[in-house]
Nanobody, 120 residues
């Protein structure tokens, strides 16, 4: 079982640069690919960014590419999302996700989410 706890959200002015953190309580953190998703009011949850187990590969939604950066510190069991140049449309609850495939079976875990509200 993996527990994920996000932090770093809040009320931010447009153009701000907050950093979200997601701490994982698991001994095998480096065996999980990690990601950030978000869900705005009235919309479906959407992919924001992902990072491979070792951190060498990263993936971004077109809407955040060039503004957000995902990174991880496997020694601290933590994944980060550096958000730059925030826009009001970035307002959403941001969720941390951990995924691992073992013998063809996918294990998928979610944090409780952290609210990011961007004021114009």
């Amino acid at each position: 079982q993996v527990q994920l706890v996000e932090s770093g959200g809040g009320l931010v002015q447009a153009g701000g640069s907050p950093r979200l953190s997601c701490a994982a309580s698991v001994r095998t953190f480096s065996s999980y690919a990690m990601g950030w998703f978000r869900q705005a009011p009235g919309k479906e949850r959407e992919f924001v960014a992902g990072i491979s187990r070792g951190g060498s590969n990263t993936y971004y939604a077109d809407s955040v590419k060039g503004r957000f950066t995902i990174s991880r510190d496997n020694a601290k069991n933590t994944v980060y999302l550096q958000m730059n140049g925030l826009k009001p449309e970035d307002t959403a609850v941001y969720y941390c996700n951990a995924v691992r495939v073992t013998f063809g079976v996918q294990s998928d875990y979610w944090g409780q989410g952290t609210q990011v509200t961007v004021s114009s």
